[in-house]
Nanobody, 123 residues
Framework: EVQLVESGGGLVQAGGSLTLSCAAS????????IGWFRQAPGKEREGVSC????????YYADSVKGRFTISGDMAKNTVYLRMTSLKPEDTAVYYC????????????????WGQGTQVTVSS
């Protein structure tokens, strides 16, 4: 059974930092891309970042470029999302997902999803 477990969310003041983790099990980690998506109340889910385990490529939404950094640890089957200079508009539930991705920003390219972790940024 494939499982993706997110952790690291929480409440932080604007300008602060958090690191999210996505631990994967039940899949061949190196064959998947791991993406992070977020969904704020009343808004559509949006792609935040993606780490392609097959070639190490990274992708970011324009809204987080320069502030968020994604990385992968093959030994731990875990992908991290380091978030700095957080803004209130970053407040959302963050989900990680795994899939043989073609378009990293298309949620339909992902086969497996975690349960999400809440990130709240106070002003």
């Amino acid at each position: 059974e494939v499982q993706l477990v997110e952790s690291g969310g929480g409440l932080v003041q604007a300008g602060g930092s958090l690191t999210l983790s996505c631990a994967a099990s039940g899949l061949t980690f190196g064959e998947y891309a791991i993406g992070w998506f977020r969904q704020a109340p009343g808004k559509e889910r949006e792609g935040v970042s993606c780490f392609d385990n097959m070639d190490g490529a990274t992708y970011y939404a324009d809204s987080v470029k320069g502030r968020f950094t994604i990385s992968g640890d093959m030994a731990k089957n875990t992908v991290y999302l380091r978030m700095t200079s957080l803004k209130p508009e970053d407040t959302a539930v963050y989900y990680c997902a795994a899939g043989p991705v073609v378009d990293w920003n298309d949620s339909k390219d992902y086969d497996y999803w975690g349960q999400g972790t809440q990130v709240t940024v106070s002003s």
